[in-house]
């Protein structure tokens, strides 16, 4: 079984401007949810889908944060514009149903200059 | 009070000695509870989720559940140097509460073992 898939792995940007992450989450797993890791923290939730409907987004900065799931499927978190404080890890989990059994991607690390 | 908080480390501990890992919960009425180990530059996996209270052991893995204290531990007997990692507590959070389906991770523990 495929595992979550992730990209980009890497990116660095300058504050101000705009970056897109994409997930591809274990086939069948109708619940995706993006996560927020700044370094020495734990996993913070910035939102969850149920199927192509959202579930939670109350963590999500929708000032400059955006995302889509528009078929069910894959999924992309968009930040525009950057800013320094958004550098992280930014990972993608998948789960067949309901909060239980989350299964994370490798995360994709963001640097704001 | 943070949701969910976990004990300071980082934690450091010999081969084959038994490591404990503290959590405790603000939310009273979580369900489910999850432990996730996350090497160094890698993302969470899970080791284990316990619901009831009591023991439940997986391998050389016990998770230990007190509701009425809040509070979960997860045990490492005959630690390996393998098991150097940061180690995640993460909450289901209640009805009724603010975090009602959401998962809420503490902001780990960094465990060494060391020959």
């Known amino acids: 079984e495929a595992g979550v898939a992730q990209s980009p792995r890497y990116k660095i940007i300058e504050k101000r401007q705009s970056v897109a992450f994409w997930c591809n989450p274990i086939?069948?797993?109708?619940?995706l949810y993006w996560y927020q890791q700044i370094l020495g923290q734990g996993p913070k939730l910035l939102i969850q889908?149920?199927?192509?409907?959202?579930?939670?987004d109350s963590q999500l900065p929708k000032d400059r944060f955006s995302a889509e799931r528009l078929k069910g499927v894959d999924s992309t978190l968009k930040i525009q514009p950057a800013k320094l404080e958004d550098s992280a890890v930014y990972l993608c989990?998948?789960?067949?149903?309901?909060?239980?059994?989350?299964?994370f991607g490798p995360g994709t690390r963001l640097l704001v200059l | 009070q943070k949701e969910v908080e976990q004990n300071s480390g980082p934690l450091s501990v010999p081969e084959g000695a038994i490591a404990s890992l503290n959590c405790t919960y603000s939310?009273?009425?979580?369900?489910?509870f999850f432990w996730y180990r996350q090497y160094s530059g890698k993302s969470p996996e899970l080791i284990m989720f316990?619901?009831?209270?009591g023991d439940k052991e997986d391998g050389r893995f016990t998770a230990q559940l007190n509701k009425a204290s809040q509070y979960v531990s997860l045990l490492i007997r005959d630690s390996q140097p393998s098991d150097s990692a940061t180690y995640l507590c993460?909450?289901?959070?209640?009805?009724?509460?603010?975090?009602?389906?959401?998962?809420?991770f503490g902001q780990g523990t960094i465990l060494t073992v060391h020959p």
């Open positions: 086939s069948g797993h109708a619940t």
């Open positions: 889908f149920q199927n192509n409907g959202v579930v939670d």
């Open positions: 989990a998948s789960s067949l149903g309901g909060v239980e059994t989350q299964y």
């Open positions: 993460a909450v289901k959070g209640g009805a009724g509460g603010t975090s009602y389906g959401k998962l809420t």
């Open positions: 316990i619901y009831s209270n």
């Open positions: 939310d009273r009425g979580s369900q489910s």
